[in-house]
């Protein structure tokens, strides 16, 4: 079956201008995860929904970032005014939460930002 | 959320069983360690957890020593396929543990398989 899948794959954009991110997570999964990754970094949490609603948001650095999963599936990530310290991958995972004894998480290839 | 400690790079001959360890000694009763591994250019991806006892699954075996402070996770038979960053997690698995949900990354260890 297919994985998790985020578009675009990459995203350059200016200081200044407005980005959405996607996930498509894996069928019938009910969690779903964001997190941001610079270069030479380990992966760095953002938000996490369970269903429809942010179960978690406390990684959200400020906000200018605003995620949504309006249907409990497929989750959008919204910077507003990108700064050029957005550029990272950002990457989303999500699990079975409940349906799973490891509650693996299910990665994404990732969304490389860049703003110049 | 409890903290590891992994050394920050590794090197392991091709055949070989590689062993990497962390240091989790503030881990809490209700949290599991998890590891995680990042092939360069992917997302992480799922090795194996556990809460007490050792485990074993088809990529690997995790030992957790008995007063949970540090475990090792062993890859019996390296191959060049395995080059990557190790990532050690602690990690509660149920709603209401601090730790619940998200996973709390580290800078990971990056282990080299070489030939």
């Known amino acids: 079956g297919a994985g998790v899948s985020q578009t675009p794959s990459n995203k350059v954009t200016e200081k200044g201008k407005y980005v959405e991110l996607r996930c498509d997570p894996i069928s019938g999964h009910t969690a779903l995860y964001w997190y941001r990754q610079s270069l030479g970094q380990g992966p760095e949490f953002l938000i996490y929904f369970q269903g429809t609603g942010a179960a978690d948001d406390s990684g959200l650095p400020n906000d200018r970032f605003f995620a949504v999963r309006p249907e409990g599936s497929v989750s959008t990530l919204k910077i507003q005014r990108t700064e050029r310290g957005d550029s990272a991958v950002y990457l989303c995972?999500?699990?079975?939460?409940?349906?799973?004894?490891?509650?693996?998480?299910?990665f994404g290839p990732g969304t490389r930002l860049t703003v110049l | 959320d409890a903290k590891t400690t992994q050394p920050p790079s590794m090197d392991c001959a091709e055949g070989r069983a590689a062993n990497l360890p962390c240091n989790h000694s503030?881990?809490?009763?209700?949290?599991?360690v998890y590891w995680y591994r990042q092939i360069h250019s992917q997302g992480p991806q799922y090795i194996i957890h556990?809460?007490?006892n050792n485990e074993t699954n088809e990529m690997a075996s995790l030992i957790i020593t008995e007063d949970r402070k540090s475990s090792t996770l062993i890859l019996p038979h390296a191959t060049l396929r395995d080059t990557a960053v190790y990532y050690c997690i602690v990690r509660a698995t149920y709603a209401g543990g601090t730790s619940y949900g998200k996973l709390t990354f580290g800078q990971g260890t990056i282990l080299t398989v070489h030939p």
């Open positions: 503030t881990i809490s009763g209700n949290e599991y």
């Open positions: 995972a999500s699990s079975p939460q409940g349906q799973s004894s490891s509650d693996e998480q299910f």
């Open positions: 556990g809460l007490k």
